[in-house]
């Protein structure tokens, strides 16, 4: 049997096209959630769905969707829903979450001209906020879909620059009339670059990805004293910045020196009153834990936890935490992961079985269904960087795996 294909022409300008939207004068992409920029965006993608002859719909977190529902389907019946989402960091690559989105439309365009007759409807989303640059937390409008978050709370949230979600939402037009998690989805496919150098150092073009790491934000507060850098003698000092340099290097000395796959990460810093000749009085950072098991990163809190008791009291300086995000590992669901595998077969494609270290919105909607990823290499492992790169054959490559998992799952009532 000759397997057809995605336009794979239509997919790479499409990408390109969204990646040209919102670029600043330095030339950076910069889309950030619900941001002038990003409703450039929205309105492309909502003019491709409308385009492909797919009903539009916004939600009131603004995520949005096109619906397939042919042949008198209800789209509110189980749909198998694909997607990512189309806001960016600052100074970002064009692919990430963009990839995912505008594949699952091109799936679904696919699927649509060969006169494919699905089972149950077909549903590409993008999720508001996934990169938590804008507002917290990240992944919000997946979370608010999956119950996780109260959709009040997430539009009263408050942005790095003072504005409110829910206003933003309104002000470009994407606050949408129909309540998060309106289409119950049958299962959830997320394609995706991987971030990461595994798939590349192995030579594996597709990654079919059995889990998801657990996150731990939190914000760690040091208090000292202010007071002469010249005058204050080593053994007099309560050094707020010393006691930051002394849990970071804490964190990556325990992470070297443990044989499991945690890390931990310092990545936002900001010291009082900053000056050069000014013992700080305050040091403010962000820790980020990640671990695929969950009884390894409630063990790295702990440690953690213990270690700023023990510096708070070697230092004395005074430690407060303020926990921002909490997720759990997310086991991704094993017939799902077969079909990923079974597909990238069919297609002669070696693929590799594999644990996500990023945050994706699949760990949300893997909440309410069956989830399951899939990732295609990245150069370098770069991502978050205008050098994130995957190779045009790798994208159409993994267009097509989903493709074939996507047609799979829509033919049967599995």
Not at 192 to 210: F, S, T
Not at 299 to 316: G, H, M, S, V
Request: proline share 5%; net charge negative; aromatic share 4%.
């Amino acid at each position: 049997m000759t397997l057809r294909s995605v336009n794979g022409l239509r997919l790479l300008g499409r990408l390109r096209e969204l990646g040209s939207v919102g670029r600043d004068e330095a030339g950076r992409l910069v889309r950030l959630a619900a941001s002038d920029t990003e409703k450039i965006g929205r309105d492309r993608l909502a003019q491709w769905v409308e385009q492909a002859g797919l009903e539009l719909a916004v939600d009131r977190i603004g995520n949005v969707f096109g619906i397939w529902a042919p042949n008198g389907l209800d789209a509110a019946s189980k749909p198998l829903m694909l997607g990512s989402h189309i806001d960016t960091v600052i100074n970002a690559g064009i692919f990430d979450g963009c990839y995912g989105v505008l594949a699952g439309l091109e799936v679904i365009e696919t699927l649509k001209a060969e006169g494919f007759d699905p089972d149950r409807p077909i549903v590409v989303g993008a999720f508001t906020n996934e990169e938590g640059v804008r507002y917290a937390p990240d992944m919000m409008g997946s979370l608010v879909y999956s119950g996780g978050l109260s959709v009040e709370a997430a539009l009263a949230s408050v942005g790095t620059d003072g504005s409110v979600l829910g206003e933003e939402l309104a002000r470009i037009g994407y606050a949408g009339p129909n309540e998060p998690g309106f289409l119950k989805p049958h299962a959830y496919l997320e394609l995706h670059i991987e971030q990461g150098p595994v798939l590349e150092r192995e030579g594996a073009p597709i990654g079919a990805v059995e889990n998801l790491q657990g996150i731990s934000w939190q914000k760690v507060m040091i208090e000292g004293d202010a007071n002469h850098a010249g005058t204050t003698p080593i053994s007099m000092r309560r050094d707020a910045g010393l006691a930051a340099a002394r849990v970071i290097t804490f964190l990556r000395e325990r992470a070297i020196a443990s044989n499991t796959p945690t890390v931990a990460t310092v990545g936002c810093m900001e010291f009082e009153p900053n000056a050069i000749n000014v013992i700080p009085s305050k040091a403010t950072f962000t820790v980020d834990l990640r671990d695929p098991d969950e009884e390894r990163l409630l063990a790295e809190e702990a440690a953690l936890a213990d270690y700023l008791e023990r510096i708070a009291d070697e230092e004395q300086v005074a430690i407060s935490v303020e926990r921002l995000a909490r997720f759990q590992p997310v086991t991704f669901d094993d017939g799902i992961v077969a079909e990923i595998e079974a597909a990238a077969a069919g297609r002669g494609l070696r693929s590799r079985r594999m644990t996500s270290g990023a945050g994706h919105d699949a760990q949300m909607i893997a909440r309410i269904a069956p989830a399951a990823m899939i990732f295609v290499p990245s150069i370098g492992g770069i991502s978050h960087n205008p050098k994130e790169h995957t190779p045009d054959e790798d994208l159409i490559a993994g267009a097509n795996v989903l493709l074939d998992v996507v047609r799979k799952l829509t033919s049967s009532d599995d």
